[in-house]
């Protein structure tokens, strides 16, 4: 098992670039691939980015390509998600997750973390 714990959000304007982190403890980090997830209010959870073991794939849900990067640092056993260009519509608790396969990074994952808010005003 890991355990997962999200950092780096808070309230920003439109347009404007925050990054997530998302520290990992217990069994060896680099066996997991690593995703984030979001929930908006009233919305269900929403898949949005993935990355495999060592960072050599990732994968985007189609509305934050290209604003969107997800990477990870293994020496570090942290996982980022640096967002740019920042939308009203990525308001949302972003969640940290951890998928148990090296190389899958599509749904499903196994291990969460609590989640941080990311508030984008208008």
């Known amino acids: 098992q890991v355990q997962l714990v999200e950092s780096g959000g808070g309230l920003v304007q439109a347009g404007d670039s925050l990054r997530l982190s998302c520290a990992a403890s217990g069994r060896t980090f680099s066996r997991y691939a690593m995703g984030w997830f979001r929930q908006a209010p009233g919305k269900e959870r929403e898949f949005v980015a993935g990355i495999n073991l060592n960072g050599g794939s990732t994968y985007y849900v189609d509305s934050v390509k290209g604003r969107f990067t997800i990477s990870r640092d293994n020496a570090k056993n942290t996982v980022y998600l640096q967002m740019n260009s920042l939308k009203p519509e990525d308001t949302a608790v972003y969640y940290c997750?951890?998928?148990?396969?090296?190389?899958?990074?599509?749904?499903?994952?196994?291990?969460w973390g609590q989640g941080t808010q990311v508030t984008v005003s208008s």
């Open positions: 997750a951890a998928r148990d396969s090296k190389w899958i990074v599509i749904p499903p994952y196994d291990y």
